[in-house]
């Protein structure tokens, strides 16, 4: 008799070591917190297409939550959305003429993705509106991120925040403490307060995952920061030397970075020395990174990163490397049946239009990355995402005319290696 | 009759082919293949070469052997999340490849025996069904590795129970890799196929080793055998030939001539084929039986990477991280039995299980490894100068999956079976 029950318990807890936890009883409430990046901003702009394929709209659908209620906008979107005018004779990147509607205004509850663009970590936990922006569209006055998240009671929270408390430096092209870069100080004072709350008022598994290195992203490296012969593709060398640009604080050297907006100045020849057929007119401010800067926003990041690391550690919550993610991809690239993606402008297939969010490419391998690691962490089998479509599946109609054939433009840009007529909208 | 059998040699040898998955083989011999491979310790044919070089010092007269194995590989894969995605099936075209055998082996003097072994101890080839849209194909549509070695032996009897072999192991081999070349699209922010690239070199790239061997007859009916052969690396030189695929788009096509040379290019490879050791054991205790028993290592991890080089064209070159292969030194089982029925006729049977040497990581379409259980049966037919052996062996391949971790992203399961036919005929004079 002892002998069977002690069989029979070790029946029941093989039982517990062997079968995975069965996500779909345990997860029912999904709820995402965030910025741009979770609310599937892409291509500049917040629209129904790109918010259907938003990393958390896509693990909803892996979970098989059918009622995941986003803050959706009609075409062209809000703002609209960039399109390529055309790759050739100048690449031209623009926002479609129009704006687009809320689709999803008077859903009587709170969104089950709350993220909200341009949000960083003070607004996530505080801000309720601002004036007609986009807290305004999604929180609707019903709250903060944080409390509306908690009045969902989820099951399962993605809180990904603390991009904008470094990104809105890159793209001011200013490090101003306290103004474009978030203290650390505070930062840290902030997503405590998160943490807490969420731990303290929700019963949810909550999922972290920190921030990538801006050097990893195209809006930074897209543009190089001396002169391309559009011919052979190879940098212009003048008696030994690569021809940089010119920067507000004269000419540019190895470690300063130059923004994509930085194309429509150098379109006009604007940072391009007279000697090499420019105007000797530097690029403005907010279009340089400069060493320092670059290492300002590198170190900031790093701190957050670190504290990120050690409160995940804390608190048993389970943390997404993207930054290592992206750092691989742009190193080594992310092989996909054979296909190698890798951070490059355009070509590189994980960023979108805009050069700082995901592609729906990028957005469906965040979401097997987030699904892995919830699996790993909690025991669930959550399946990964197919991602055969977003291979093949043709996403994008350039809206040209005709192409004359000659080449030499695209071929630069395409490469990554001229701005010279590369105009893009200013993504800010 | 010498001028069919040169011509056939011939034939023979330019055809020589073999299977995917784990692409060693080690059916030299019929007759060893009757007993599933363990003829370590028996080494009583010529195929001796191959299987352990001191087994030609116990040979009488002068000794023909040939023959070949006419193997009919079967593999799908079924494809699993997130790429190429649950509900994708694919499968090989059926194939027919016959690895040779051709010994000979003579007498000088007494204890002294020399030989001439003509093999193929590796060969792989993979095509798959539809290549043009093959979900695989930015990885391999089609693979051929054709390998023979040629191998001088020597081998003498030290005493009357026992001999050591040697053999000088020459090696000349052809490789022919295909794949299709992906782009990322950025007007429709799709991949697109834009070129296929063909990598071959011709039958006559070459590299040597060695191969050593002992044989001793502890007692009257019982025998222990001890081979050893030596790693053999293979620089590959040939040509990369680039032909461009239209991706519809006038623009990026035009993009993509500038891009890539297309045409014809020189092209490097690198192969080291792993080093291989053998200890078995065999008994005639038995009245009318002979019975063996092998374990053979094969030093899999000299395959650890598959260097590709453009010499004309290094912005082409692979990252080192894709060239990297995960395999493993790996050791296999093998026994056999034979039933004497008369002096002329015997029936033989054996099993194998060969562990896989490749770690998920690099099980691919190009070579899809798996843990095989071979079963085999086989005869022989004395008719005095002449005699044949003949043996068939079913290869089972167990289901394997990339467990998500293919390097190349290309995740699934694989299904292999083949069937390996053995002829050999032998003639003594």
Not at chain 1, 248 to 271: C, E, F, R, V
Request: one cysteine or more.
């Amino acid at each position: 008799m002892k002998r069977i029950f002690s069989i029979f318990l070790i029946l029941i807890f093989s039982t517990f070591l062997f079968s995975a936890k069965d996500y779909k009883a345990e997860i029912k409430k999904y709820v995402a917190l965030g910025d741009s990046i979770s609310a599937g901003y892409q291509d500049g702009g917040l629209v129904i297409d790109y918010q259907n394929e938003s990393f958390p709209k896509l693990i909803s659908l892996q979970l098989g939550i059918s009622d995941f209620q986003q803050p959706l906008i009609s075409q062209p979107g809000i703002p609209p959305i960039l399109v390529i005018k055309s790759l050739y004779p100048s690449i031209v990147i623009v926002p479609k003429p129009g704006m687009g509607v809320p689709l999803n205004l008077t859903l009587p509850r709170p969104y089950d993705n709350l993220a909200v663009p341009g949000a960083n970590t003070y607004n996530l936990l505080s801000t309720v509106t601002d004036g007609g922006g986009m807290h305004d569209l999604i929180l609707r006055g019903l709250g903060t991120q944080l409390q509306q998240c908690i009045s969902l009671k989820p099951d399962l929270i993605t809180l990904w925040i603390g991009n904008n408390d470094v990104l809105k430096a890159v793209l001011a092209g200013r490090v101003i403490d306290g103004v474009t870069l978030t203290p650390f100080s505070s930062f840290q004072s902030y997503y405590t307060q998160i943490i807490t709350a969420l731990k303290g008022n929700t019963s949810a598994k909550i999922v972290i995952a920190n921030i990538p290195d801006v050097t990893s992203i195209p809006y930074v490296t897209a543009l190089p920061i001396y002169l391309v012969d559009p011919l052979t593709r190879k940098p212009i060398i003048v008696g030994g030397n690569l021809v940089y640009l010119i920067g507000p604080k004269g000419q540019l050297s190895p470690g300063d970075y130059i923004t994509l907006p930085a194309s429509n100045y150098l379109a006009q020849g604007i940072g391009i020395p007279k000697s090499a057929g420019g105007t000797g007119i530097p690029l403005p401010d907010e279009v340089v990174l400069d060493k320092d800067e670059v290492s300002a926003i590198k170190a900031r990041t790093q701190q957050f990163n670190d504290f990120l690391k050690s409160i995940s550690t804390t608190n048993n919550i389970p943390i997404l490397d993207v930054n290592s993610l992206l750092q691989k991809a742009t190193k080594e690239g992310i092989v996909i049946g054979g296909v190698k993606f890798t951070t490059a402008f355009l070509t590189g297939g994980i960023f979108s239009l805009d050069g700082v969010h995901p592609s729906s490419l990028g957005h469906a391998i965040l979401t097997n990355e987030f699904i892995k690691l919830i699996n790993q962490t909690y025991d669930y089998e959550i399946p990964l995402l197919n991602l055969y479509d977003f291979l093949h599946k043709e996403r994008k109609k350039t809206q040209s005319e005709s192409f004359t054939l000659d080449f030499s433009e695209l071929q630069k840009v395409i490469l990554g290696e001229s701005a010279k007529d590369l105009r893009i909208k200013d993504t800010k | 009759m010498r001028k069919f059998l040169l011509s056939l040699s011939i034939w023979i040898l330019v055809s020589a082919l073999a299977m995917g998955a784990g692409f060693q083989l080690f059916e030299a011999g019929s007759k060893a293949t009757g007993f599933a491979g363990a003829f370590t310790a028996q080494a009583s044919d010529p195929s001796s070469i191959f299987y352990n070089p001191a087994g030609i010092a116990f040979l009488d007269g002068y000794q023909f052997y040939l023959g070949a194995t006419f193997i009919t590989p079967k593999s799908s894969f079924e494809g699993e999340n997130p790429y190429p995605g649950v509900g994708v099936k694919e499968e090989q075209e059926p194939m027919l490849f016959y690895p040779p055998g051709i010994y000979f082996v003579m007498p000088i003097g007494e204890k002294l025996r020399v030989g001439l072994g003509i093999f193929s101890p590796f060969g792989l080839a993979t095509k798959w069904k539809n290549k043009d849209t093959f979900t695989g194909r930015f990885v391999s549509q089609y693979a051929d590795l054709k390998h023979i070695a040629i191998n001088p032996a020597v081998a003498y009897r030290v005493t009357d129970n026992l001999a050591v072999g040697v053999t000088f192991d020459y090696r000349i081999s052809s490789v022919a890799l295909e794949r299709n070349v992906p782009l990322f699209d950025p007007f429709t922010f799709t991949v697109k196929d834009i070129a296929h690239l063909k990598l071959s070199s011709k039958f006559k790239n070459s590299g040597f080793g060695f191969s050593v061997g002992a044989l001793w007859k502890v007692k009257e009916n019982y025998n222990i055998g001890l081979s050893y052969r030596h790693k053999v690396e293979i620089d590959y030189d040939g040509e990369a030939e680039f032909t461009q695929i239209s991706t519809g788009n006038p623009v990026l096509d035009q993009l993509v001539k500038l891009s890539i040379p297309f045409g014809k290019t020189p092209g490097k490879a690198t192969i080291v084929y792993p080093g291989m050791a053998s200890l078995g054991f065999s008994t005639t205790a038995l009245k009318n039986w002979t019975f063996e028993v092998d374990l053979n290592w094969t030093q899999w991890s000299t395959y650890n990477k598959l260097p590709i080089e453009f010499t004309e064209h290094p912005e082409l070159n692979p990252s080192e991280e894709s060239m990297k292969k995960y395999y493993e030194d790996v050791f296999s089982v093998r026994a056999g039995a034979e039933r004497k029925f008369s002096e002329k006729f015997a029936l033989r049977f054996g099993y194998v299980f060969d562990k896989s040497p490749s770690l998920p990581e690099s099980v691919s379409p190009m070579l899809p490894d798996a843990n095989r259980h071979g079963a085999t049966i086989g005869f022989s037919y004395d008719f005095g100068k002449f005699y044949i052996d003949v043996a068939n062996m079913f290869l089972f391949f167990e289901k394997r999956s990339t467990e998500g971790k293919n390097t190349e992203g290309y995740n699934g399961t694989y299904k292999t079976f083949a069937n390996l036919f053995g002829i050999h005929i032998g003639y003594k004079f």
